[in-house]
């Protein structure tokens, strides 16, 4: 299985630069998900790294490191909306190829 | 845009009692979870499937069964809930097992409370 590593909560200011670690170990990697989940609500989508290196989706970009275990996700220009758990999910190549979910980090922006 | 829906937002029950909770799929994926979410906790695995008849266990499918006869339905039961099993349930379905991206969509989540 997998050991997923993420800070519980963040704090950051309207318009500015967050950034997400996430930190990982496991026996086979076979990809990295990111998904936001506003209060109440269902995680949806945001990204996926599979390769080493920069994802840049708009205000949104994901990073990969797998020598490392290691993963960001990079919130810039931040709005009010943004503020949400951000969870890190890990696919494993060995067993049933299910992401592995992380405990999430919940981001909290203020003005 | 993929749909999944679950049957009830809210639900309470008391201790002892069977309770099923519904979740379909419109996209014809072949995958289905469910998962618990606690604080502290995130997201844990019950049960899956990747096929219509063929369940798995996830991490934590102790006091949970769950049915798959059709391809868009999955199903969660509790045989006879239990107060430590008050907690949000989230239905999600992906296309292909491993495959890519292979996404997963959720459902809303049924936030089910034993008294």
């Known amino acids: 299985g997998q050991n997923i590593d993420q800070p519980t909560e963040m704090t950051a200011t309207e318009g500015a630069i967050v950034q997400i670690n996430c930190t990982y170990q496991?026996?086979?990697?076979?990809?990295l998900f990111w998904y936001q989940q506003h209060a109440g609500e269902a995680p949806t989508f945001l990204s996926y790294?599979?390769?080493?290196g920069l994802e840049e989706k708009g205000r949104f970009s994901s990073f990969l490191s797998r020598s490392k275990g290691y993963s960001y996700l990079l919130l810039k220009e931040l709005q009010m909306k943004d503020s949400a758990s951000y969870l890190c999910a890990v696919r494993d190549l060995g067993g049933s190829y299910i992401p592995t979910f992380g405990r999430g980090t919940s981001l909290i922006v203020h003005p | 845009d993929v749909k999944v829906t679950q049957s009830s937002r809210y639900l309470v029950k008391r201790t002892g009692e069977k309770v099923f909770l519904e979740c379909v799929q419109d996209m014809d994926h072949e995958n289905m979870f469910w998962y618990r979410q606690d604080p502290g906790l995130g997201l844990r695995l019950i049960y899956f499937?990747?096929?219509?008849?063929?369940?798995e266990k996830g991490d934590i499918p102790e006091g949970y069964s769950v049915s798959r006869e059709k391809k868009e339905r999955f199903s969660l039961i509790l045989e006879s809930a239990s107060t430590n099993q008050t907690s949000m349930y989230l239905c999600a379905s992906s296309f292909e097992q491993g495959a890519g991206t292979d996404t997963q969509y959720f459902g809303p989540g049924t936030r089910l409370t034993v008294l």
């Open positions: 499937s990747y096929d219509v008849k063929m369940k």
């Open positions: 790294n599979v390769l080493d």
């Open positions: 496991t026996s086979g990697f076979n990809g």
